[in-house]
């Protein structure tokens, strides 16, 4: 049972907005800046979002980021089918001294 | 272009050592920076390993300390994992990971190597 939280599986049509949640605790999420990543199909991750809602340079302003408490969510506005890939949050955990990552939610475009 | 590039056996027989070294170009690895290792087994989400700062200090996963270790060469701009005592469960595709924007950030990917653990 993954620390953090995510759907397994989120779905939605082209130039719909979707949102991935990330669910954790006062350990992690809750006292330490979240980040999400994407990961296309035989890729490697590529980093989304950091320290909560900051976009790397070069990433896509549909996609944005939030934290409330001890959860975390990413959304992507005007869905593209390149969009489809497997997108995990990633934290720090305190009481396990570690960079834990979500189980990861797979996204399909309908 | 900050680029990352893990080298490696692709093929290592249970209870040995698993090595690999991922060479940096494009950013100093002699900066104030942390080097990360994470693995993705097949079909299955992401693991942090441990990092690697420029002085060489280091974290590791506490599920793997017992048998990680991680340096830095900085004369090579380069970093590297060792593994010891593989098995099966350590089957899976490796990606060095630089934390340039800030700690923890792993916003630079190499492409990532297989290593599969089999006699």
């Known amino acids: 049972q993954p620390v953090l939280t995510q759907p397994p599986s989120v779905s939605a049509a082209p130039r719909q907005r979707v949102t991935i949640s990330c669910s954790g605790s006062?350990?992690?999420?809750?006292?330490?800046?979240i980040n999400w990543y994407q990961q296309l199909p035989g890729k490697a991750p590529k980093l989304l979002i950091y320290?909560?809602?900051l976009l790397p340079s070069g990433v896509s302003d549909r996609f944005s980021g939030s934290k409330s408490g001890t959860s975390a969510s990413l959304a992507i506005s005007g869905l593209q089918s390149e969009d489809e890939a497997d997108y995990y949050c990633?934290?720090?955990?305190?009481?396990?001294?570690?960079?834990?990552f979500g189980g990861g939610t797979k996204l399909t475009v309908l | 272009q900050v680029q990352l590039q893990e080298s490696g056996p692709g093929l290592v027989k249970p209870s040995g050592t698993l090595s690999l070294t991922c060479v940096v170009s494009?950013?100093?690895?002699?900066?104030?920076?942390?080097w990360s290792w994470v693995r993705q087994p097949p079909g299955k989400g992401l693991e942090w390993i441990g990092e690697?700062?420029?002085?060489?200090?280091?974290n590791y996963n506490p599920s793997l300390k017992s048998r990680v270790t991680i340096s830095v060469d900085k004369t090579k701009s380069q970093f590297s994992l060792k593994l010891s005592s593989v098995t099966a469960a350590d089957t899976a595709v490796y990606y060095c990971?630089?934390?340039?924007?800030?700690?923890?950030?792993?916003?630079?990917w190499g492409q990532g190597t297989l290593v599969t653990v089999s006699s």
């Open positions: 320290y909560n809602d």
């Open positions: 494009g950013a100093s690895i002699s900066s104030d920076n942390w």
């Open positions: 990971v630089s934390s340039l924007l800030g700690v923890g950030t792993f916003d630079y």
């Open positions: 690697v700062s420029h002085t060489g200090s280091t």
């Open positions: 990633a934290t720090w955990d305190a009481s396990l001294n570690c960079w834990m």
């Open positions: 006062s350990s992690n999420i809750g006292n330490n800046a």
